[in-house]
Nanobody
């Protein structure tokens, strides 16, 4: 059974930091393309950051320079370090794992940034 479990969300003031984690089980984690998405109320889900199996990284323009994605294949975990948070970063953050036709999602973790 495949599971992606996010953690680390919460309430933080603008300018603060949070570190999200996504622990995967039931998959060969090291081969998966791992992504973080977010969805704010009334908005479409958007890609925030992604890291390939070989470590190639991409970020949304809105988070470049503030967020850092990383992965630890030994721990089957992907991270999203979020610094200099802004109120517009408020959303539910989702972990996504993709390998060819295999596409799995976590349940999401709420991040709320107060002004």
């Amino acid at each position: 059974q495949v599971q992606l479990v996010e953690s680390g969300g919460g309430l933080v003031q603008a300018g603060g930091s949070l570190r999200l984690s996504c622990a995967a089980s039931g998959v060969t984690f090291r081969v998966y393309y791992m992504k973080w998405y977010r969805q704010a109320p009334g908005k479409q889900r958007e890609l925030v950051a992604a890291i390939t199996r070989v470590g190639t990284i991409n970020y949304a323009e809105s988070v470049k320079g503030r967020f850092t994605i990383s992965r630890d294949n030994a721990k089957n975990t992907v991270y999203l370090q979020m610094n200099s948070l802004k109120p517009e970063d408020t959303a539910v953050y989702y972990c996504n794992a993709v390998y060819y036709v295999n596409d799995y999602w976590g349940q999401g973790t709420q991040v709320t940034v107060s002004s």
